[in-house]
């Protein structure tokens, strides 16, 4: 399971993960799914609410090597897997999950660390709506640069928080600072949703 070093034809050396590590995570089915489709119960909140745990009756793993072959444990190591933001953005996009707003804010702070390069845009996006989530087309969805944005209960809008110019670059999406122009209408006051 550790990872092996390999030669590569120039002389220098690359740590890559070890073959059985790979073909267990990629091939080993436990309850019809993947090791990669599950989670450990100890997972983070993140994780947990978008992957469900081994099936009852599943394996009982050493928590170490239940991550080295793949089962979701973190936020933070789901990154840190070569498919990890993809992987992410496909169970955002899934409505069948549930997911808190605040929970989403957490998804996307850490995704806007990701190299955009390395990271598929997604064709659906999960959006706040209050105080939950809701999913829609990419194309109709904007990352919230500032909180004022919320405001305006017709846009669907990706929490970008501080990072919302990295993040719009790794989903590759527009900025609502840069599509939306609104004005105040005579009198000045619209009424906004309570969240």
Do not use: K
């Amino acid at each position: 399971m550790e990872p092996t070093t390999v030669r590569l034809a120039d002389g220098s050396a690359e740590r890559v993960p070890s073959y059985a590590r790979w073909w267990l995570a990629t091939h080993a089915r436990v309850g019809g799914g993947g090791l990669r489709d599950a989670r450990l119960p100890t997972a983070d909140p993140v994780v947990a609410a978008l992957w469900d745990p081994l099936p009852a009756g599943g394996l009982d793993l050493d928590p170490a090597f239940a991550a080295a072959l793949g089962l979701r444990t973190t936020l933070g190591a789901l990154l840190a897997t070569p498919d990890g933001a993809d992987a992410l953005l496909a169970r955002l996009a899934d409505e069948g999950r549930a997911l808190p707003a605040p929970l989403l804010r957490l998804a996307y702070g850490a995704l806007a660390s990701r190299d955009p390069d390395d990271v598929t845009p997604p064709d659906r996006v999960r959006v706040q709506r209050g105080a939950g989530t809701g999913v829609v087309d990419a194309a109709d969805a904007l990352v919230a640069d500032a909180p004022c944005w919320a405001q305006l209960p017709d846009l669907a809008l990706v929490p970008g928080g501080a990072d919302a110019a990295a993040l719009a670059d790794v989903v590759d999406l527009p900025l609502a600072a840069d599509r939306v122009r609104a004005e105040l209408p005579a009198g000045g006051v619209v009424p906004v949703p309570a969240a």
